[in-house]
Nanobody, 125 residues
Framework: QVQLVESGGGSVQAGESRRLSCAASGFPYSNYCMAWFRQAPGQERERFATISSGGGMTYYADSVKGRFTISRDNPHRTLYLQMNSLKPEDTAMYYC??????????????????WGQGTQVTVSS
């Protein structure tokens, strides 16, 4: 029943911007913190952005801090990721994820119960 559907990925040039969306359904979305992960070929899945249930608190990994912004629209059950100043090293499959515990979004991938199918972002130099 839980569904997370990412969209907005594609091929972009370094320095450009892109916005990803994640449509959530099948659970009380506004009660859960949410996270964005990404995984490049041969790399471990990286949690790089999280947001509290109400959107008032956010966390970013150093790799994206200052360039990416996570946000959410609770009435429309949508999670967003604004990516600016994209770099080739941002190339990865991007996933939104729902944690097992509604308020715990600072853990490893094993602490998340649901994932979207992913959307590919490719940044060329």
């Amino acid at each position: 029943q839980v569904q997370l559907v990412e969209s907005g990925g594609g091929s972009v040039q370094a320095g450009e911007s892109r916005r990803l969306s994640c449509a959530a359904s099948g659970f009380p979305y506004s009660n859960y913190c949410m996270a964005w992960f990404r995984q490049a070929p041969g790399q471990e899945r990286e949690r790089f952005a999280t947001i509290s249930s109400g959107g008032g608190m956010t966390y970013y990994a150093d790799s994206v801090k200052g360039r990416f912004t996570i946000s959410r629209d609770n009435p429309h059950r949508t999670l967003y990721l604004q990516m600016n100043s994209l770099k080739p090293e941002d190339t990865a499959m991007y996933y939104c994820a729902r944690p097992t515990t509604m308020f715990r979004c600072l853990g490893s991938p094993s602490e998340y119960s649901n994932w979207g199918q992913g959307t590919q972002v490719t940044v060329s130099s």
